[in-house]
């Protein structure tokens, strides 16, 4: 299915093309432009698509700003309607670009070569000039099936180029799809039949004149309004701790979601810094209990709240202990747990789509991950997939299990 789609995306391209529609973005002819900022896509409209100019690629102001992504790279920039500027700063150093009179210069008013653009209403920056001048952050290019992928990171991102791409296909897909409805190109049933004369061109546009861009405040209207999507299914995620469990906590915290990660006492005595870097980001820790007796599981219990108190001056209330029976499970109630019980877990399936497809609308779904080799890869696909079907994460605490 997915092969299919991707076939009928091309043949919508050329249809573009050969029906003389443009694509509006400068570089190549019929070059499409996706956007995303370290793991998060960044939604693509014929107002905001990247564009080169002379040779230099130009991005929408919007991909490094922080209120219209939700991604802290460190570097930001900020609109100012009444002084018609974009303020490009890291906190100490910075670029004010002015609109009004096409110029640029640095914070202690220093001349820079650097201009923005206008185009549409929006502004756009010199991107890969802004990450010779902060250093912390870096623009590249991907050729995917959908168009040419331009990604901006920082220090932050977790995964490589190409396994973003391979993990957010779907979303990409998506994209490209509501991009070329905007501009109204059909998606032909078999491939444009050339006609016997040549088509009178259409009469050459005007180039847009410069004016204000709209606030950052998302209040612009958008060029396609979508019918109401029904609500998908709601899930919870707990993660058991492995190498890739700092990366897993980071692509979670790029999104503003929050899980709920399981440590053993002996994984609490060997991670202390990640365990405090985790409570801090606002994640729900458990102790993962592997007693086969209740007798056993408390004193794990026991020793693993000590062990927390220390380290991160938590105390832990949701448990994991698949080893015990009825009376253990009593025992551990009665020590104030909430037991975590999975629905789902990776092992099962091969992507993240085919978990989503197993979740259950009707209540919210217990999915447990791991944390080894490829983990992440295989959550930013789940969270593509959850994002494709309007699905919900819910954050995992132990008054909500109970």
Same mark, same amino acid.
């Not at 220390?310 to 080893?323: D, K, M, N, P």
């Given at each position: 299915?997915?092969?299919?789609?991707?076939?009928?995306?091309?043949?919508?391209?050329?249809?573009?093309?050969?029906?003389?529609?443009?694509? &509006?973005?400068?570089?190549?002819?019929?070059?499409?432009?996706?956007?995303?900022?370290?793991?998060?896509?960044?939604?693509?409209?014929?107002?905001?698509?990247?564009?080169?100019?002379?040779?230099?690629?130009?991005?929408?102001?919007?991909?490094?700003?922080?209120?219209?992504?939700?991604?802290?790279?460190?570097?930001?920039?900020?609109?100012?309607?009444?002084?018609?500027?974009?303020?490009?700063?890291? *906190?100490?150093?910075?670029?004010?670009?002015?609109?009004?009179?096409?110029?640029?210069?640095?914070?202690?008013?220093?001349?820079?070569?650097?201009?923005?653009?206008?185009?549409?209403?929006?502004?756009?920056?010199?991107?890969?000039?802004?990450?010779?001048?902060?250093?912390?952050?870096?623009?590249?290019?991907?050729?995917?099936?959908?168009?040419?992928?331009?990604?901006?990171?920082?220090?932050?991102?977790?995964?490589?180029?190409?396994?973003?791409?391979? @993990?957010?296909?779907?979303?990409?897909?998506?994209?490209?799809?509501?991009?070329?409805?905007?501009?109204?190109?059909?998606? &032909?049933?078999?491939?444009?039949?050339?006609?016997?004369?040549?088509?009178?061109?259409?009469?050459?546009? @005007?180039?847009?004149a410069v004016s204000d861009p709209p606030p950052p405040s998302g209040s612009e209207k958008p060029v396609e309004s979508d019918p109401p999507v029904e609500a998908g299914a709601e899930a919870w995620l707990a993660f058991r701790w492995g190498e890739q469990g700092e990366d897993v906590a980071r692509l979670l915290a790029g999104r503003r979601e929050y899980a709920?990660?399981?440590?053993?006492?002996?994984?609490?005595?060997?991670?202390?810094?990640?365990?405090?870097?985790?409570?801090?980001?606002?994640?729900?820790? *458990?102790?993962?209990?592997?007693?086969?007796?209740?007798?056993?599981?408390?004193?794990?219990?026991?020793?693993?709240?000590?062990?927390?108190?220390?380290?991160?001056?938590?105390?832990?209330?949701?448990?994991?202990?698949?080893?015990?029976?009825?009376?253990?499970?009593?025992?551990?109630?009665?020590?104030?747990?909430?037991?975590?019980?999975?629905?789902?877990?990776?092992?099962?399936?091969?992507?993240?789509?085919?978990?989503?497809?197993?979740?259950?609308?009707?209540?919210?779904?217990?999915?447990?991950?791991?944390?080894?080799?490829?983990?992440?890869?295989?959550?930013?696909?789940?969270?593509?997939a959850m994002d494709e079907g309007n699905c919900r994460l819910r954050q995992v605490t132990a008054p909500l299990l109970a």
């Open positions: 299915m997915r092969h299919w789609k991707k076939g009928m995306l091309a043949l919508a391209l050329c249809a573009a093309l050969a029906l003389g529609i443009s694509i &509006p973005a400068s570089g190549a002819p019929g070059a499409v432009y996706l956007m995303a900022v370290n793991e998060k896509v960044v939604t693509m409209t014929a107002e905001n698509m990247p564009t080169v100019m002379s040779g230099v690629l130009y991005v929408p102001y919007t991909m490094l700003s922080i209120r219209d992504t939700g991604i802290n790279l460190g570097v930001s920039a900020l609109y100012s309607t009444t002084r018609r500027t974009v303020l490009v700063s890291n *906190g100490q150093i910075g670029i004010v670009f002015n609109i009004q009179n096409n110029s640029a210069e640095d914070l202690q008013g220093n001349p820079v070569s650097a201009r923005a653009m206008v185009r549409n209403s929006m502004v756009f920056l010199p991107i890969d000039y802004l990450c010779g001048f902060f250093s912390t952050i870096n623009c590249s290019r991907v050729r995917t099936d959908y168009g040419i992928l331009i990604r901006v990171t920082n220090n932050a991102v977790v995964l490589r180029d190409l396994d973003f791409v391979d @993990a957010a296909s779907g979303q990409l897909e998506d994209n490209l799809r509501h991009y070329l409805a905007s501009v109204e190109v059909p998606v &032909p049933t078999s491939l444009p039949v050339p006609p016997t004369a040549a088509p009178t061109a259409p009469p050459p546009t @005007a180039a847009p709920l990660f399981l440590f053993t006492c002996e994984e609490l005595r060997a991670q202390d810094d990640a365990v405090r870097r985790i409570a801090a980001a606002g994640h729900t820790i *458990g102790l993962a209990l592997t007693g086969e007796s209740g007798e056993e599981c408390v004193s794990q219990l026991k020793e693993g709240r000590r062990l927390l108190a220390e380290i991160a001056r938590y105390h832990a209330l949701v448990v994991s202990a698949g080893g015990v029976d009825g009376e253990g499970r009593e025992m551990l109630a009665q020590e104030g747990c909430v037991m975590w019980d999975r629905d789902l877990r990776r092992e099962d399936y091969s992507s993240g789509a085919a978990l989503v497809e197993a979740l259950d609308p009707q209540r919210a779904n217990r999915v447990e991950l791991a944390c080894g080799p490829g983990d992440a890869a295989f959550l930013q696909s789940l969270l593509s």
